[in-house]
């Protein structure tokens, strides 16, 4: 019996016959939950908890397979899993209590700190064991020899053919009677792809799931037959057993095989995708054919009629997904031969990410050589490349070149010139990476020659360069938390677990999807303009009309009242924005109208039918393209200060004796909350009431806006939000079009709507962080004393404004970062593009700005031949900020001091100038980088906040407030706050949900401070109710709380209050640059040390320290999360995050997880350690607690500034010195290109005039 984790999205539903499966609601509930759940909650392992089940469910079946898991085991455990929001420390740190170290528990001498927990222990305590009991009858069924076999399942659409043997695979394929056009399918995670996402229709399947026959594995003389069938973990383990049992020179092309598995989808993909599968996909990228094609793999085929043949892989592929297979004939087993004394063989891959992504460039390659007169000569070879063209293309000029010559890193530099020949790539090929794609081809053909050169005696490779030859080492992760929790009575500064978190670990959290369907429910689905800018000349919706019980709304449905504007005019600061589109369409996904049908399924096959024709106009996709065509829209900000001031504005500064001058730019991000956009709408049955159940973090927004287009009074609508699958501003306003939409249908029809965007259509349509580009010109001293900043700002807001002149102001307010900087010139400009309109995420333009400053400040450095730590222009206690905002208890030298000295910078930066100096190949660097980031909403009226608490007779509390819960623990603390002030234990406090009819007109939860504002309303009720209850606590001071509630209620005592508070002294004049922009600042400050292979672009980041001043948390292990959470998040932003568009249609090419990358599990620093600065006090928040959601989040590029680092080395290296420009995302793509040697300027490919490159960032 097999336990295995796989994708349930990828796993038909006949693919389980015979199977149990289990899922995270059979392992536990939250009165008994299973220790893989418990041991997750516990450790705050769950934040928005909507990737929580996948996460336990890997650990439990990790722990079924492994009980004794080493760490390594379990950080493996996890490499097909994603989470957004908890930077995954804590997960790891829970699951790795069930690892062994190897030590003897009962003579270990940390025995008694040991927080090891044995899994099987636990199983010996519970019947059954630590694993779901597996049915008997299923086990009857296993061992019943004479049970059914082969069978078919079929209904009207598709056949499912289960045959048991390979002749029965076989016939299939063949006769009238047969099939052989049906779709072979083993792991599905092709075929459910093309089915899913490409509109694929396959009526019959024939599974090979028991086909035995084929899963089987040979030692031959010569080498080792795989049957086709063997899944891609099984491969990878029997691999690494061929590679310690057979002799070293005869697995060199196992180990090529198994280095690129390691690296191949996640283990859910392994678990069931085939060899078969991979090799008859046949794709551009996939990890095996170029390593079975350089190994000379020879493939057996079969079919009824002819037998079997013999095929060398290196003849199969024709064609971008074009192999040399019949139609009847079926791939039966793989031989992969032995490696002989002199032949070599090795594997690369390089991705986006490193786990669980595919390649932008593989390889697989061979050499045979031969010994003469003391050197090595070339036989033979094979250099196979996965992403250089169509399909696996072997390197044939290159390989006979090298044939006859010497295995010399000089042939081997001159063969790699011909690789350029042999993979020729246009500037405009589909992939785009032209230029990296090059070099990586060349790069890894140089690594080759040095791996081999490695294992050849009598050629020696310099002791600088051998760390080129393996990829970057990372070590298990690790790291600390320093916090302190109150010592003081009361639940206000106590490491709580979040309150829902046993509620998600055991699935048991409810999320708009989990509502169950309502009597007479309809699933919508949105008809997006399928071009960036036109007009819609006509739509039919005739066809899917046609379908049993489909429906099609659109603008001609949104009621004509005009009691506040035009009703299809929505938008969350103006409304500039059509709810539905009535004639031009200014960005692709931009909703045209909804098909609405009785299943999802059938909604989406109904909308396939909607026609629409457009007339096209001119896109603009970039901000570039919009600052040339100068689309913009009307509102700008300016800031002016100092002697930039009245009439001498342009007159060069005269402290400032240098100036540099350049451009500092950035990507944009998505969002890539795990629940993706939803909402549930319900009508009521009189006087046009209307309940909207919304993943929103903008409960109010939604009312008004639902009412808005209703036409009705925001009385008649109530939005309830139970908890958010994370949200990271993404649904502040874009969640609101989907409320409305779906509130005109259940209006129109008078049922109840529901839709969940799929993730691509999330990605394609509820925009993104702002890309920003900024212009600026410094000026400073010799000693680097910044004296002066002119900066242009443009930030691409999409086609409407969105929250975008907010999001503007802020990067604008935070372009100084933590510098002071007396003269500044700022303007700032919205750019107006055919993109969705871009929106509010974590940090909310403040990144952006601080992205700006550190980029200038790298560029003053770099002028003057300084570091950045040697001159900082750190603010002052009591010093203005340029929008004349008093800085009161500045923490920022402190937080820099104290973290040179915990993370040990100096020292450190010295061994990583050492590790340089001994490496060529391989550079570290090393960076601190502060951060000071502004506290309010910068909109002054936004900054209230209202309560409700409910004291029961029974002393129960029940409260709620106008915030979401997104993850972010919000709830908790606000649970905290209510039992601290009341004097009652946490248990006692209940909160439920956020309800707009229970408090109402609150702000979004957003800008970090909905603790502060909350929290203080949760204060304020409170205190009402026990300023009542005063009396007769003072009178019956022995009474216990239930006593006193009990005798209030008979003194007929109101035990109920509304809170309410507004934050004090905001007020911002942006015309005259006067008034207070924020409540207070939150700062801080991150060492990074990372290391990076220069010839790949491949990093790891070694080690991060994060110092935070977050005044006295309320909550300090939920502040602890955020901060890690924010960290992984900016660090995604500012390395590998990167959402690209189609220049000539607009088209957001990277829709999906598997082309849009956020960080993975093994993508965290190696060693991340977290203080919270301890005895800082604010007074302008409750308890002394700051804010802590977005601060952080800019820290996490620390990781980028630290790669410039390393990049300067390897430049240096090359003689190479001064600024150089590196634009964020430091992707891969970006570090190796400027990392500048041979390689790269070989492969510089320019554009022809009027063509346009395959993908371009906002
Ligand atoms: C999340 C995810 C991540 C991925 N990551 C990677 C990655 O890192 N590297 C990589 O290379 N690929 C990756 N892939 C692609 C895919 O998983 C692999 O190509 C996989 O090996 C396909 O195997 P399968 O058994 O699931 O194929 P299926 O989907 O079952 O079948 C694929 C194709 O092969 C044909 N076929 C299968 N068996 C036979 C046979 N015996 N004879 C003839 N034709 C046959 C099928 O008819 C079908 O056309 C990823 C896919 C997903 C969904
Ligand atoms: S807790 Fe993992 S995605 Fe939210």
């Given at each position: 019996m097999q336990n295995l984790s796989v994708n349930a999205c990828l796993a038909p539903a006949c693919s389980m016959h015979k199977k149990h499966v289990v899922t995270v609601e059979g392992l536990g509930n939250t009165k008994n939950m299973h220790p893989a759940q418990e041991i997750l909650a516990n450790a705050h392992g769950s934040q928005c908890g909507f990737c929580t089940p996948g996460i336990v469910m890997s650990l439990y079946t990790e722990l079924r397979n492994n009980p004794r898991p080493t760490k390594h085991d379990i950080e493996d455990a996890f490499d097909g899993n994603l989470c957004r929001c908890t930077g995954y420390r804590p997960i790891l740190d829970g699951a790795k209590k069930f690892s062994v170290c190897g030590n003897d528990c009962n003579t270990c001498e940390e025995k008694d700190t040991c927080e090891h927990v044995d899994i099987e222990d636990f199983g010996k305590k519970n019947a059954g064991g630590f694993g779901v009991k597996y049915p008997d009858e299923l086990l009857t069924f296993h061992s019943n020899a004479s049970g059914p076999k082969s069978f078919i399942f079929e209904n009207k659409r598709h056949k499912w053919v289960h045959p048991s043997t390979k002749s029965e695979l076989v016939a299939l394929k063949l006769t009238k009677n047969t099939f052989p056009d049906a779709k072979i399918i083993n792991g599905n995670t092709e075929v459910g792809i093309e089915v899913r996402f490409k509109n694929q229709y396959y009526p019959i399947y024939i599974s090979t799931a028991d086909v035995a026959e084929l899963k089987t594995m040979s030692v031959l003389d010569n080498g080792v037959e795989w049957g086709s069938l063997t899944t891609i973990a099984n491969l990878q383990k029997q691999l690494k057993e061929l590679i310690k049992k057979l002799p070293a020179h005869q697995t060199r092309g196992f180990e090529a095989l198994y280095d690129n598995i390691k690296y191949f989808a996640g283990r859910q993909v392994r678990n069931v995708s085939a060899l078969a599968g991979n090799i008859c996909t046949a794709s551009p990228i996939s990890d095996l054919n170029p390593v079975l094609v350089a190994l000379g793999a020879i493939l057996t085929v079969e079919s009824q009629n002819g037998g079997q043949r013999k095929l060398p892989i290196r003849e199969f592929f024709l064609g971008y997904r074009k192999i040399a297979l019949q139609k009847t004939e079926v791939l039966v087993s793989v031989f992969v031969p032995f490696t002989t004394e002199l032949q070599f063989a090795s594997a690369f891959k390089q991705a986006k990410r490193r786990d669980d992504d595919i390649a932008i460039v593989n390889g697989g390659f061979l050499v045979s050589l031969k010994e003469q007169d003391g050197s090595y000569i070339v036989e033979d070879s094979c250099f196979a490349y996965g992403g250089m063209g169509p399909f696996a293309l072997q390197a044939k000029k290159t390989s006979a070149y090298l044939k006859g010559k010497v295995w010399s890193e000089g042939e081997v530099k001159t063969a790699c010139k011909l690789l350029l020949e042999d993979m020729p790539l246009s500037g405009t090929s589909p992939g785009g990476q032209i230029e990296y794609r090059k070099t990586l081809s060349q790069s890894f053909l140089y690594k080759f020659y040095l791996r081999v050169a490695d294992q050849l005696p009598s050629l020696s490779i310099a002791e600088n360069v051998k760390s080129a030859l393996q990829e970057i080492h990372r070590d298990i992760s690790s790291g600390s938390q320093v916090y302190q929790e109150s010592k003081e009575a009361g639940a206000v500064g106590k490491a709580v677990v979040h309150l829902s978190a046993t509620k998600q670990v055991t699935g048991e959290a409810i999320y708009v999807d989990d509502i169950p369907k309502f009597h007479n429910e309809l699933y919508a689905i949105v008809v997006g303009s399928a071009i960036a800018h036109g007009r819609i000349l006509s739509v039919d919706p005739s066809e899917a009309l046609k379908l049993p019980g489909v429906y099609y709304i659109s603008h001609q449905d949104v009621p004509k009242s005009d009691h506040h504007g035009d009703p299809n005019m929505i938008g969350s600061v103006f409304h500039d924005e059509e709810l539905f589109a009535t004639d031009t369409v200014h960005c692709i996904g931009q909703m045209i109208g909804l098909v609405l049908a009785n299943t999802e399924a059938e909604a989406r096959a109904a909308a396939k039918l909607v026609k629409v024709e457009y007339e096209k106009f001119p896109a603009i996709i970039t901000t570039e393209e919009a600052i040339e065509k100068k689309s913009f829209f009307p509102i700008e900000r300016q800031i002016i200060t100092g002697e930039f001031k009245g009439e001498e504005t342009d007159r060069p500064l005269a402290s400032a004796t240098h100036h540099v001058e350049g451009v500092a730019r950035m990507s944009a991000q998505e969002h890539f909350y795990l629940e993706t956009q939803a909402s549930l709408v319900v009508p009521g049955r009189e006087d046009d009431e209307m309940e909207v159940y919304a993943g929103t973090q903008n409960p109010t927004e939604t009312q008004h806006l639902v009412a808005h287009v209703l036409g009705i009074p925001s009385n008649r609508v109530v939005c309830r939000v139970k908890r958010l699958g994370g949200g990271f501003g993404g649904k502040e306003s874009k969640s609101v079009f989907l409320s409305c939409g779906l509130a005109i249908a259940a209006r129109k029809l008078g049922r109840p709507v529901r839709c969940m965007l799929s993730r691509e259509e999330d990605m394609a349509i509820s925009g993104t962080r702002h890309a920003f580009m900024g212009d600026y010109k410094v000026g400073f001293t010799d000693e680097g004393k910044l004296v002066s900043l002119e900066l242009d700002l443009y930030a691409n807001a999409g086609y409407s404004y969105d929250l975008s002149i907010a999001v503007l102001e802020r990067a604008m307010t935070h372009c100084d970062n933590s510098y002071r900087i007396p003269n500044m010139k700022l303007h700032g400009r919205l750019c107006k593009t055919n993109t969705p309109t871009n929106t509010a995420f974590r940090g909310f333009g403040g990144p952006q700005g601080m992205m700006i400053a550190e980029q200038y400040i790298c560029h003053v450095a770099e002028y003057l031949g300084k570091t950045v730590e040697e001159f900082i222009n750190f603010y002052k206690e009591n010093e203005f900020t340029h929008f004349r905002m008093p800085l009161e208890n500045v923490f920022l030298e402190r937080a820099w001091k104290e973290l040179e000295a915990s993370s040990e910078f100096h020292k450190r930066k010295q061994s990583v100038e050492e590790f340089n100096r001994k490496n060529k190949f391989r550079k570290r660097g090393i960076t601190i980088m502060p951060t000071k980031f502004g506290l309010a909403f910068t909109a002054r009226f936004l900054n209230q906040a209202g309560a409700l608490v409910h004291?029961?007779?029974?002393?129960?509390?029940?409260?709620?407030?106008?915030?979401?819960?997104?993850?972010?623990?919000?709830?908790?603390?606000?649970?905290?706050?209510?039992?601290?002030?009341?004097?009652?234990?946490?248990?006692?406090?209940?909160?439920?949900?956020?309800?707009?009819?229970?408090?109402?007109?609150?702000?979004?939860?957003?800008?970090?401070?909905?603790?502060?504002?909350?929290?203080?309303?949760?204060?304020?009720?409170?205190?009402?109710?026990?300023?009542?209850?005063?009396?007769?606590?003072?009178?019956?001071?022995?009474?216990t709380w239930e006593q006193v509630v009990k005798a209030a209620y008979m003194d007929r005592i109101n035990l109920s209050a509304n809170g309410f508070y507004k934050t004090p002294d905001l007020s911002y004049d942006w015309a005259s640059n006067t008034g207070r922009m924020f409540s207070y600042f939150t700062y801080g400050a991150c060492c990074a040390e990372v290391e990076l292979d220069t010839l790949t672009g491949d990093h790891i980041v070694q080690r991060a320290d994060v110092i935070m001043d977050i005044g006295r948390p309320i909550n300090p292990a939920i502040d602890v999360g955020q901060i890690e959470g924010a960290f992984v998040q900016g660090m995604g932003w500012s390395t590998i995050e990167e959402p690209l568009y189609s220049p000539t249609t607009g088209f957001l090419l990277t829709r999906g997880p598997g082309l849009y990358k956020i960080p993975g599990f093994k993508d965290i620093p190696v060693v991340f350690n977290v203080t919270v600065m301890d005895g800082v006090r604010n007074t302008r928040a409750i308890h002394s607690s700051k804010a802590v959601g977005e601060p952080p989040l800019f820290l996490g590029a620390a990781v980028m500034f630290a790669l410039r680092e390393a990049i300067k080395a390897a430049r240096a290296e090359q003689g190479i010195g001064g600024y150089f420009r590196l634009d964020s995302p430091a992707t891969s793509e970006r570090l190796r290109l400027s990392c500048v040697d041979e390689f790269v300027s070989a492969s510089k490919t320019d554009l022809l005039p009027g063509e346009k490159p395959w993908g371009v960032p906002l």
């Open positions: 004291v029961y007779i029974d002393g129960s509390v029940r409260i709620t407030h106008g915030g979401v819960e997104i993850g972010q623990g919000l709830h908790t603390k606000m649970v905290q706050i209510a039992a601290h002030e009341l004097g009652v234990p946490i248990e006692k406090v209940f909160l439920s949900e956020t309800r707009t009819d229970l408090v109402p007109n609150t702000s979004a939860t957003a800008a970090s401070v909905s603790s502060d504002i909350n929290g203080m309303a949760v204060k304020n009720a409170c205190e009402q109710i026990l300023n009542r209850l005063k009396p007769i606590q003072e009178q019956h001071p022995e009474f």
